[in-house]
């Protein structure tokens, strides 16, 4: 039971965060938040201001990413317009500035890095054990960098805040900061988040950040940013520390009763039984008109729906498409061809929305993966080590091995790991944001039909930003002709 001691806590974490920043108050006032100035003054409130940073990460998962990781990729659509305008506004590439999705999006990640900047502002001042001060500022400035890493891919410039803003009018002074200057802060906040997290932690706090996880997302930021070496180098720190590792039964990472595993180095927590911190996928990702057959409790709302591309795109014997996604489902004696993502399945919910299923940011096959594309961009090798991690994961999934007859240089090694991540990483997020940072979004999707203006590979800035400073927030450029 003491597994999700941490989980439980978001309960009141999620409390406090909503008393002391509210998202009608963001939307007034630009990334900014005025209450709770004199709350923090033991060592227990800034553990709850801690983990109301955490909580944080549960709105901005519960859609917006996987809207936009997804559902603007190859790998999922909107197939009911009752499934919401903004979600097949932006499956349509047709997004709005005033699009909700985004600007829920806006609101949750500044909330949760002004909740970060609160902790790291007062924790100085407040006497306690300086281990576990020294660990709540790295924990919160992974979660800072995170929602940054988050914000600049699908936004492009952001405001960069650092610091507790009190002050309402300050925060009108905050323009969109460039995108490497951005970065710069994300990587300084991982760095000293892997230099002072533990690589591990008790039962109690089994959720939290850890040293692996902070150069993990590194790795991910530098892959990003074409940073092939140190990319490389980062991926093989997580390697090399032995605390991690491939699941021998790929079912086994998404299962219940299995949250946090060897395998995960990071995931948002998510505890159900009406503590208002269940998951909503179950729900979500169940087919409208499904009734409860696939979501066994309440109704689908059919607004992450796998493509028949993405079902294709699983070779034979593929042991992970069975686990990741369904074709339909049986309606009595009737077979109903609506397919569906079954990874995030909770066969025992509480309640409609109230699931125990967490969200993987990050797994190690991703970083076995990462590092296959990293050394190959710095020079392609037949065989060796970039085939070598490339067939680790195949080999679980009960495929053969690549081999450099078949992947004979460079190119055609690249298409090996961009097909291998979409089947392994289906439906986690990670597709649209691989298309993009490999400069393949717009190729990859116009051969599919979906011609795509380039302007549209960031998304619009929230048209309530704009109208509440514009002198200041500037919109992305194109949109401003919508």
Not at 66 to 75: A, C, H, L
Not at 106 to 117: E, Q, R, V
Not at 256 to 269: A, G
Not at 443 to 457: C, D, F, M, N
Request: net charge negative; charged share 20%.
């Amino acid at each position: 039971m003491k597994k999700y001691n941490f989980s439980i806590k978001y309960s009141f974490a999620i409390i406090l965060l909503s008393v002391s920043c509210k998202s009608d108050f963001l939307d007034r006032a630009p990334i900014s938040q005025t209450n709770s100035v004199n709350f923090y003054k033991t060592q227990a409130d800034m553990l709850n201001a801690v983990n109301a940073a955490y909580a944080s990460l549960q709105a901005e998962y519960n859609q917006s990413m996987y809207t936009i990781g997804e559902v603007t990729s190859d790998n999922t659509e909107i197939l009911d317009a009752q499934s919401g305008i903004d979600n097949t506004q932006i499956d349509d590439f047709k997004t709005l500035t005033n699009n909700g999705i985004l600007s829920s999006m806006w609101n949750y990640n500044y909330t949760g890095i002004l909740a970060c900047n609160t902790v790291i502002d007062r924790i100085q001042a407040i006497s306690m054990d300086e281990t576990l001060k020294t660990r709540y500022i790295a924990e919160v400035k992974f979660l800072r960098a995170l929602q940054y890493f988050n914000m600049v891919r699908t936004f492009g410039d952001v405001p960069l805040v650092v610091k507790e803003i009190v002050d309402v009018q300050e925060s009108y002074t905050y323009a969109r900061t460039p995108v490497d200057e951005v970065y710069k802060q994300i990587i300084a906040d991982l760095t000293e988040a892997e230099n002072n997290l533990p690589p591990i932690y008790g039962d109690a706090d089994v959720g939290r950040a850890t040293s692996g996880a902070a150069k993990g997302i590194l790795a991910k930021v530098y892959l990003t940013q074409g940073k092939w070496s140190d990319a490389a180098s980062k991926a093989q720190e997580v390697i090399s520390s032995a605390k991690y590792g491939l699941l021998d039964d790929y079912k086994n990472v998404f299962a219940i009763n299995n949250k946090n595993n060897k395998e995960s180095l990071f995931e948002v927590q998510y505890k159900k039984g009406g503590y208002g911190t269940g998951s909503p996928f179950n729900n979500a990702f169940a087919p409208r008109n499904s009734g409860s057959i696939v979501s066994t409790i309440g109704a689908g709302s059919g607004t992450n729906q796998p493509t028949a591309d993405i079902s294709a795109a699983y070779e034979p014997g593929d042991l992970r498409k069975d686990i990741s996604m369904a074709e339909g489902y049986m309606n009595g004696s009737t077979f109903v061809a609506s397919r569906y993502i079954k990874k995030f399945l909770d066969p025992n919910l509480f309640a409609g929305n109230d699931a125990d299923n967490n969200w993987p940011v990050l797994r190690y096959a991703d970083v076995l993966l990462m590092r296959a594309e990293a050394l190959n961009e710095q020079g392609y090798s037949a065989g060796g080590e970039t085939f070598d991690l490339l067939n680790q994961i195949r080999k679980r999934a009960g495929l053969t091995d690549i081999k450099p007859a078949t992947v004979p240089d460079q190119a055609a090694f690249r298409l090996a790991i961009e097909q291998e991540r979409r089947v392994e990483l289906a439906f986690e997020d990670h597709r649209w944001f691989d298309l993009v940072r490999t400069n393949r979004a717009v190729e990859v999707l116009k051969a599919k039909g979906e011609t795509i203006q380039p302007y549209r590979l960031l998304f619009p800035i929230p048209q309530t930003q704009i109208d509440i400073n514009p002198s200041v927030i500037t919109q992305n450029q194109g949109y401003n002709e919508n």
